[in-house]
């Protein structure tokens, strides 16, 4: 053992130093040298070794030979720990550029609910159902936490055996994991929100889906049984029920020329204030050529050509009236009829003017360009049926047979039939009509 240690330390002495006493005798000490330059000092500092004494000097060898092989065991060992801490940094950086393209590939689009479904990227950690998206990233959470731990404990091993354990290394996948865990609060909280908008977004198309299918219902019913109902063509009344702009009924025919015109109709209406705007006809240039409109706290009125007549008309009482207007271009005379008595009449309504041909002629909203920009406030509210337009001014007694159920004359120019009426809007409808008699006042 001393020839050994000796020729270890002769090994680590160099060339250029030597004894302080060259013939002084062994005192059982040794020494290290090392290499100084020939013009610097000639004294060679010298650094003792522990003395080895004759006893025990084995198991000191032992110790050296303990501690080289517990360093080596140890310098592996934190390779082999920083081999794994890269492994989870590269995972974790992974995931959070999945985290990261997944959030931008979800943009959530509304158009795009009743299409196909959006698939997106959840880092094969989460589910691609919100439902079950929070139990599943706390599972991550979880997972990620454990392999902190397991790092940690790694940590504790190397420090145990004397090994530092990399404190840049430590700070960094701290960073890391808090990076991590505030994208998958900011995930959950755009999960949470999504699943929120897609609640409100079902429920509303739900409930348009109930009333589009009450619809079809109700107007399958109405063509079943339409045939039976409608004792005659022109046997139906026209259903208004709400104050909306989108709510009416189009006459797929237009009036020609005309000097002279009769318009009467079946009217029931119990809205307030003001029944709306029952009949209205518009031309390119003049939106307001021919209307019948009740607005507001204000009676009646005609309009032709925008010049207004106010009519002596009352049929706010919720029940059925028969209304007939006359007027010719002549002075702009006109006469007002309700249930076959004349209530009324004047002149001067736009004289001398002709009613323009190739308009548009609707039912329930007054138009301010043709055929459409509808006002909500505006709009009749009620049930209209047998609307009929002559080119003449009818005689009271022929409007007095109508009103009491005596006879039914069609309109010359626009014939009630329901082939002619179309109907637009959800809630609008077609029905059939009730018997004459049953429509008049003292019924």
Same mark, same amino acid.
């Given at each position: 053992?001393?020839?050994?240690?000796?020729?270890?330390?002769?090994?680590?002495?160099?060339?250029?130093?030597?004894?302080?006493?060259?013939?002084?005798?062994?005192?059982?000490?040794?020494?290290?040298?090392?290499?100084?330059?020939?013009?610097?000092?000639?004294?060679?500092?010298?650094?003792?070794?522990?003395?080895?004494?004759?006893?025990?000097?084995?198991?000191?060898?032992?110790?050296?030979?303990?501690?080289?092989?517990?360093?080596?065991?140890?310098?592996?060992?934190?390779?082999?720990?920083?081999?794994?801490?890269?492994?989870?940094? +590269?995972?974790?950086?992974?995931?959070?550029?999945?985290?990261?393209?997944?959030?931008?590939?979800?943009?959530?689009?509304? /158009?795009?609910?009743? /299409?196909?479904?959006?698939? %997106?990227?959840?880092? /094969?950690?989460?589910?691609?159902?919100?439902?079950?998206?929070?139990?599943? !990233?706390?599972?991550?959470?979880?997972?990620?936490? #454990?392999?902190?731990?397991?790092?940690?404990?790694?940590? !504790?091993?190397?420090?145990?055996?004397?090994?530092?354990?990399?404190?840049?290394?430590?700070?960094?996948?701290?960073?890391?994991?808090?990076? =991590?865990?505030? %994208?998958?609060?900011?995930?959950?909280?755009?999960?949470?929100?999504?699943?929120?908008?897609?609640?409100?977004?079902?429920?509303?198309? %739900?409930?348009?889906?109930? +009333?589009?299918?009450?619809?079809?219902?109700?107007?399958?019913?109405?063509?079943?049984?339409?045939?039976?109902?409608?004792?005659?063509?022109?046997?139906?009344? =026209?259903?208004?029920?709400?104050?909306?702009?989108?709510?009416?009924?189009?006459?797929?025919?237009?009036?020609?020329?005309?000097?002279?015109?009769?318009?009467?109709?079946?009217?029931?209406?119990?809205?307030?204030?003001?029944?709306?705007?029952?009949?209205?006809?518009?031309?390119?240039?003049?939106? &307001?050529?021919?209307?019948?409109?009740?607005?507001?706290?204000?009676?009646?009125?005609?309009?032709?050509?925008?010049?207004?007549?106010?009519?002596?008309? #009352?049929?706010?009482?919720?029940?059925?009236?028969?209304?007939?207007?006359?007027?010719?271009?002549? #002075?702009?005379?006109?006469?007002?009829?309700? $249930?076959?008595?004349?209530?009324?009449?004047?002149? +001067?309504?736009?004289?001398?003017?002709?009613?323009?041909?190739?308009?548009?002629?609707?039912?329930? %909203?007054?138009? $301010?360009?043709?055929?459409?920009?509808?006002?909500?406030?505006?709009?009749?509210?009620?049930?209209?049926?047998?609307? &009929?337009?002559? $080119?003449?001014?009818?005689?009271?007694?022929?409007?007095?047979?109508?009103? &009491?159920?005596?006879?039914?004359?069609?309109?010359?120019?626009?014939?009630?039939?329901?082939?002619?009426?179309?109907?637009?809007?959800?809630?609008?409808?077609?029905?059939?009509?009730?018997?004459?008699?049953?429509? =008049?006042? +003292?019924?």
């Amino acid at each position: 053992m001393f020839s050994l240690l000796t020729t270890f330390l002769l090994m680590l002495c160099t060339p250029g130093c030597r004894h302080r006493a060259s013939g002084q005798a062994d005192d059982g000490k040794r020494y290290i040298c090392r290499a100084v330059p020939l013009v610097g000092d000639s004294g060679c500092p010298v650094t003792l070794l522990p003395e080895i004494g004759a006893v025990g000097g084995g198991g000191q060898e032992e110790e050296l030979r303990n501690t080289v092989m517990q360093l080596r065991e140890t310098i592996v060992m934190q390779k082999e720990s920083i081999s794994k801490q890269l492994v989870t940094i +590269n995972e974790l950086t992974t995931k959070l550029s999945l985290c990261g393209s997944s959030t931008d590939d979800r943009k959530y689009e509304k /158009g795009a609910l009743w /299409g196909g479904q959006v698939k %997106q990227n959840t880092m /094969g950690d989460v589910p691609r159902d919100p439902n079950d998206t929070v139990d599943n !990233l706390g599972k991550t959470m979880q997972g990620l936490k #454990d392999r902190l731990e397991n790092l940690e404990q790694q940590q !504790l091993r190397a420090n145990l055996s004397g090994a530092p354990f990399p404190s840049e290394l430590r700070e960094l996948l701290q960073r890391r994991l808090v990076e =991590l865990e505030k %994208q998958l609060l900011r995930k959950v909280d755009n999960l949470e929100e999504e699943k929120s908008v897609l609640t409100n977004v079902t429920a509303e198309y %739900q409930l348009k889906t109930e +009333n589009t299918l009450n619809e079809l219902v109700d107007r399958i019913s109405e063509l079943e049984k339409g045939g039976e109902d409608y004792k005659s063509a022109e046997q139906f009344k =026209l259903c208004l029920p709400q104050r909306t702009n989108y709510l009416f009924g189009r006459v797929t025919e237009s009036l020609p020329e005309m000097y002279a015109f009769t318009l009467c109709m079946w009217i029931k209406s119990r809205a307030t204030p003001g029944i709306g705007t029952p009949f209205s006809y518009g031309v390119p240039g003049q939106a &307001n050529e021919i209307v019948l409109i009740e607005w507001g706290n204000n009676p009646m009125e005609l309009l032709i050509n925008d010049k207004v007549a106010q009519l002596p008309l #009352d049929v706010r009482d919720g029940r059925w009236h028969h209304i007939c207007i006359s007027w010719t271009t002549r #002075d702009g005379q006109w006469e007002a009829f309700q $249930d076959g008595e004349k209530q009324g009449g004047g002149d +001067n309504l736009a004289a001398w003017h002709p009613i323009k041909p190739g308009g548009v002629i609707i039912l329930g %909203q007054e138009q $301010d360009v043709v055929g459409g920009r509808f006002d909500a406030g505006q709009a009749f509210v009620g049930e209209l049926s047998q609307v &009929n337009v002559w $080119d003449r001014l009818l005689k009271p007694a022929e409007i007095q047979s109508m009103a &009491n159920c005596t006879s039914y004359l069609p309109g010359n120019v626009i014939s009630w039939l329901a082939a002619n009426v179309e109907v637009f809007g959800r809630g609008a409808f077609k029905r059939p009509l009730e018997m004459c008699q049953e429509r =008049l006042p +003292n019924n």
